[in-house]
């Protein structure tokens, strides 16, 4: 049975929202946020509902059309003209398109299970391993992020990477977008550890907590960053899976981080964003895009958001209950 529209006691978690954005979300959004509400939020793996969802999603026309246009060699089209580009620049630009490609499949629920996916991913490898690309952090991270999320973070080649890029890491804890740049680049720095807590293995690793900490010092800051600057960038709730919409994501993704390598988090300021992160909701039940400017609101972000909240405000619950209990 659905949940129902107004009804917020059985989700203890949302009795701050303004309203349940479970129904709007069963309703109107798209098949791949349907198919990850109730597994991720509802925690439903069983029912007629599930799978339905399972079964269409198999079938979905946007996943389809993606898996169908991958050529015989593993590689995605790029489209567009690439007359007068040296082999270099070829090289990257494909690698981008595999990785941007492989990126939105992950969205649509495809796993490693499928042959295309590891044929994308092995042109992916192969392009690491064999071009000397000038790629800035963000496209490195975004190789490490799909290497860990399709079971291939044992790669000799992903793992070599890792161990550069933590052995580049600056004093204050971040990371340059590029290797001959001095100054640490906020957004790339927090994508960066945000794809290392996608793995058990990074989340206790000193240098992932040294970036922890300078992530937070530099909170609701301005100016952190050269590729993203200003404030605007942290009411930016939307991330993408192409150009500088991968590191895109503002005080969610800084959330979602917080989430991952340090789940237990209580600090003052967490609390605060997450409160802030609350009262974003809109009239329509949907978290916006861009938080101020976008009155509809966007499903992938309201469905990011509910993970965060249902994560740290189920805790918050389970304290007031604990405190409550002792008097």
């Known amino acids: 049975m659905l949940p129902d529209n107004q009804n917020l006691d059985q ?24 198919y990850q509400l109730v597994t991720d939020i509802l925690e439903d793996s069983s029912s007629d509902d599930f799978l339905a969802l399972q079964k269409n999603l198999r079938k979905h026309q946007p996943r389809r059309k993606l898996l169908a246009e991958q050529n015989a060699d593993g590689l995605w089209p790029m489209g567009g003209k690439t007359s007068g580009l040296s082999d270099a620049q070829i090289q990257t630009l494909q690698l981008l398109k595999q990785q941007e490609v492989l990126h939105e499949l992950l969205d649509f629920s495809v796993t490693y299970k499928q042959e295309k996916v590891m044929l994308g991913m092995r042109e992916v490898l192969r392009s690491l391993a064999e071009q000397e690309l000038q790629l800035r952090l963000h496209h490195q991270s975004q190789a490490i992020f799909l290497a860990i999320t399709y079971h291939l973070e044992g790669n000799p080649i992903i793992k070599q990477l890792i161990r550069d890029i ?105 609390y605060k964003l997450l409160d802030w992160l609350i009262d974003a909701q809109l009239k329509t039940g949907l978290w916006p895009s861009i938080v101020g400017r976008d009155r509809q609101g966007d499903f992938g972000v309201t469905l990011r958001v509910l993970k965060v909240l249902k994560h740290f405000q189920s805790q918050r619950v389970q304290e007031t209950l604990k405190y409550d209990s002792d008097f």
Not at 176 to 183: A, H, V
């Open 11 to 34: 989700y203890p978690w949302m009795i701050n929202f303004k309203k349940n954005p479970i129904p709007v979300l069963l309703k109107a959004a798209p098949l791949p946020v349907r």
């Open 166 to 270: 933590i052995a580049r890491q600056n004093s204050d804890g971040g990371w340059s977008s590029l290797p001959d740049e001095t100054s640490s680049c906020y957004w790339s720095s927090l994508f960066l550890i945000w794809t290392l807590g996608q793995s058990e293995k990074f989340r206790e690793n000193r240098a992932i907590k040294k970036g922890l900490k300078y992530l937070e010092s530099k909170v609701l800051q301005e100016g952190e960053s050269n590729l993203l600057p200003g404030m605007q960038v942290w009411d930016t709730l939307i991330s993408g899976t192409s150009g500088l919409s991968i590191i895109s994501g503002g005080t969610l993704r800084y959330l979602e981080t917080i989430k991952l390598i340090d789940g237990n988090n209580k600090d003052r300021k967490t």
